[in-house]
């Protein structure tokens, strides 16, 4: 069984920046697509973005692009989600996910197709 841990979590002020990680505890190196949803309270989970099994390939939602960066370090099973020039509509929980069966430069975006999730690390935003 795979178990996602995130961190880094917060309160951060609007235009700030935070970093958010997850750490696998199986290898996810060119076996698994790793992503980062979030969901706000009344509002449905949605991609944020991820990375694809070799990390060839990322895909952002269209909202943080330009501010928001993942990546991966294969040899600790991390990814990572540097989040800067953070808004207050950018608030919520924000959850790492885990897609085992994505074709090596596949990055899918419905949470319906990912396997495994975290707990989920909370992004508050100060305006």
């Known amino acids: 069984q795979v178990h996602l841990a995130e961190s880094g979590g917060g309160l951060v002020e609007a235009g700030g920046s935070l970093r958010l990680s997850c750490t696998s505890s199986?290898?996810?190196?060119?076996?698994?697509?790793m992503a980062w949803f979030r969901q706000a309270p009344g509002n449905e989970r949605e991609f944020v973005a991820g990375?694809?099994?070799?990390?060839?390939?990322?895909e952002y939602k269209d909202s943080v692009k330009g501010r928001f960066t993942i990546s991966r370090d294969n040899p600790t099973n991390t990814v990572d989600l540097q989040m800067n020039n953070v808004k207050p509509e950018d608030a919520a929980d924000y959850y790492c996910?885990?897609?085992?069966?994505?074709?090596?430069?596949?990055?899918?975006?419905?949470?319906?197709?990912?396997?495994?999730w975290g707990q989920g690390t909370r992004v508050t935003v100060s305006s």
């Open positions: 990375i694809s099994r070799s990390a060839g390939v990322t």
């Open positions: 996910a885990a897609d085992f069966r994505a074709r090596s430069a596949i990055v899918r975006t419905s949470p319906s197709f990912y396997d495994s």
């Open positions: 199986v290898r996810t190196r060119n076996s698994a697509a």
